[in-house]
């Protein structure tokens, strides 16, 4: 994997044979982005914007999304939704793909081992 980091600390981990990004990993940045403004988002419209990021960013999501299950939960504020396959016999770890928000809107995790083979 290739690392990357932007100039507010995110950190993106990139298959570098496909270019998509498996991990982006933004938790130094909890606490701090867009609290300021008062502004928070109900689930229901973080879930709509979880589901266009994941539909941008992992290529064939749709035809694979029937296969994975859907399941999302909250925190203090802090929400995961993740879809994951069924245990398979003899594999090490179901691939899934999961995105944590804030109520404020902000990503702060996302992973993709759906894309990785």
């Given at each position: 994997?290739?690392?990357?980091?932007?100039?507010?600390g995110?950190?993106?981990?990139?298959?570098?044979?496909?270019?998509?990004?498996?991990?982006?990993?933004?938790?130094?940045?909890?606490?701090?982005?867009?609290?300021?403004?008062?502004?928070?988002?109900?689930?229901?419209?973080l879930?709509?914007?979880?589901?266009?990021?994941?539909?941008?960013?992992?290529p064939?999501?749709?035809?694979?999304?029937?296969?994975?299950?859907?399941?999302?939960?909250?925190?203090?504020?802090?929400?995961?939704?993740?879809?994951?396959?069924?245990?398979?016999?003899?594999?090490?770890?179901p691939?899934?793909?999961?995105?944590?928000?804030?109520s404020?809107?902000?990503?702060?995790?996302?992973?993709?081992?759906v894309?990785?083979?």
């Amino acid at each position: 994997m290739d690392l990357y980091r932007d100039e507010e600390g995110r950190q993106f981990y990139v298959e570098p044979i496909t270019n998509i990004v498996v991990e982006m990993d933004a938790r130094s940045l909890l606490g701090i982005a867009h609290q300021s403004d008062g502004f928070t988002q109900s689930k229901t419209q973080l879930e709509e914007k979880v589901r266009q990021f994941v539909q941008g960013v992992i290529p064939g999501f749709a035809s694979v999304e029937n296969s994975l299950r859907y399941e999302s939960r909250e925190k203090e504020g802090i929400f995961f939704f993740d879809w994951r396959e069924e245990n398979i016999e003899g594999a090490f770890m179901p691939r899934f793909i999961q995105v944590g928000m804030t109520s404020y809107g902000d990503m702060f995790a996302f992973y993709n081992t759906v894309s990785i083979r």
